[in-house]
């Protein structure tokens, strides 16, 4: 039996019955996807993804990549092969890809859906895929010779890697070193070396594109130190003709010098990338206009981070299923309420009240979640659809910016957290052992939290850029969709306010925490001030601020997973009335004690965090390096 459990009603019930997303569909850009159509294509996905692409999972992980440091070539596993070929002939990847690029004009919510059914039963052969997807980067900022190079990517389906980091260079990516020097025929040669470059070497496609940040040697207007003066270069594995795109037949001067050896998603290359070496230069593409380079890698780096954010809730959702599926027939001592009977029949563990905390946790987290992700998903909507008329709208975009950081830092950490101490704990003994795919979810899981930005670069890119640098505006704009929320059922049980009654707590304590939450954001905000020493302030008192981000992140996650469960709880509630099979009464029912259940046991927590908050001090900033 497969590994994967996926979760497609849930997926549904968030596109369709909270989110309505079939109000996007068949109008626009959109006009080809109608709501039968996309459920029929989540339909199919689902069961490729429960299938074929989830049956070498366990394969890659047990035999990952060999690598040849003779050739610089990796060789995959042949049942991993044919994972990913299933994938990339199942299309999914044109869902991502504009019409004009030769893909399918979708919602990036539907797209997120799909993605993680798909990054959910094989994140490894996922992040192979990406190829086609970077390709859209040269499409939308290159000339019309970057754009015959997107268009060969996408038929010839190459893969792409993101070269950002450099082994002295970690997530200060201005600190890089790696140089272009320009060319009399207009191309550039690059020498330096990058690492942990995702899919920078694999036997999957007949070619592999780079996408560089390097520092430009001797270019007039130099953009100066740091990230400013980056710009992104186009440096393939293969040369290929730019016409046909056919390879030449010389390899380039780029290879991978080493494959490291990790502890999750092992089937995944992760390499160190050197450029020039052994006297063939490494021969690159300017893309776009010069020191463009660090706007440009974002476009990769938002999409990188909400990948992450999805292949996180993707492996605690699974992860939840199995505990679940195992917790309904592991047999083990009696009801609690006949435990001194040693006569009483042994039952089932979810019978055992510390079974059942633990069965609810998982799953009000996994679907709160799914929710965070799917409704950040349907601001890229909002964007998308206003880009194709030619406007903008400036609060979803301030919106998705604000919770980018919170799909991927906060979403990391509580998947990392909850498959390891609650999922994995569930299955007992059994789920250390690999006969169970617990142990691999919490391996793979934990680099959810590392690459792509660390769990405490998400929480300062939270504060300092998207609350403080948009001067609150984005944090406000949630904030008061929260509180319409809490407000609309303020009505007594005659008014007709959905949930009257009935989540009337809940709102309650959502009210209490979105108190909390402005009051630590007002704290750090006034240490922030009294670091300044345009103010007289002791710049010292930063650190204040940097020492509660990540609890800031972790707090505003809180906060809107509650209130998008809790009205997707007021959705249910309604659907309850109309409800007429048992499996779907069940279903409604478990959205509402889910959201019930975060709310009661998670939000009353952020009133001891407010109290870290303005109790911090300067002392552990004060101790002496000797004393840790």
Known sequence: ??????????????????LGRGDVLGTGIYADL???TVRALLAEIDHLARTVLADSFAEGDRNPPVFDPVSHTVTLPEAFKASYRALMDSGFWQLEIPSE????????????AVNELTVGANPAAFLYAAGPKF????????????RR???????????ATMALTEPEAGSDVG?????ALPQPDGTWHLEGVKRFITSAEHDLTENIVHLVLARPAGVPGHGGPGTKGLSLFVVPKHHFDLQTGALTGERNGVVVTGVEHKMGIRASTTCELSFGVDGAPAVGYLLGEVHDGIKQMFQVIEHARMMVGTKAIATLSTGYLNALDHAKTRVQGPDLTQVTDKTAPRVPI?????????????????????ALVLFTASLQDRNEAARSSGAADDVASRLNELLLPVVKGYGSERSWVLLGTEALQTLGGSGFLTDHPLEQYVRDAKIDTLYEGTTAIQGQD?????IVRDRGRALGELSALATAFVESGSGDAGSGAAGDGQLKVERGLLARALEDLGAMVAAMVGDLYASSAEHGGDPQNIYKVGLNTTRLLMALGDVTCAWLLLRGAEVALRALNEAQRPAEQAFYEGKVASARWFARTVLPRLSAELAVVESTDLAVMDLAEESF
């Open 462 to 466: 939270l504060f300092f850029r998207k």
């Open 135 to 146: 390709a859209t980067v040269l499409w939308h900022n290159g000339t019309e010779r970057d």
């Open 1 to 18: 039996m497969s590994h994967y459990r996926s979760n497609l009603r849930d997926i549904e019930f968030n596109l369709f019955e909270v």
């Open 101 to 112: 690029l030769g893909g399918q004009d979708t919602p990036p919510s539907v797209q997120w």
């Open 149 to 159: 190079i997107a268009q060969i990517m996408v038929e010839r389906q190459w893969g």
């Open 34 to 36: 109608d709501v039968d």
């Open 350 to 370: 979810t019978h055992h009240p510390d079974v059942r905390r633990s069965l609810m946790t998982q799953k009000a987290h996994a679907e709160g979640l799914r």
């Open 175 to 179: 600190a890089g070193r790696t140089r």
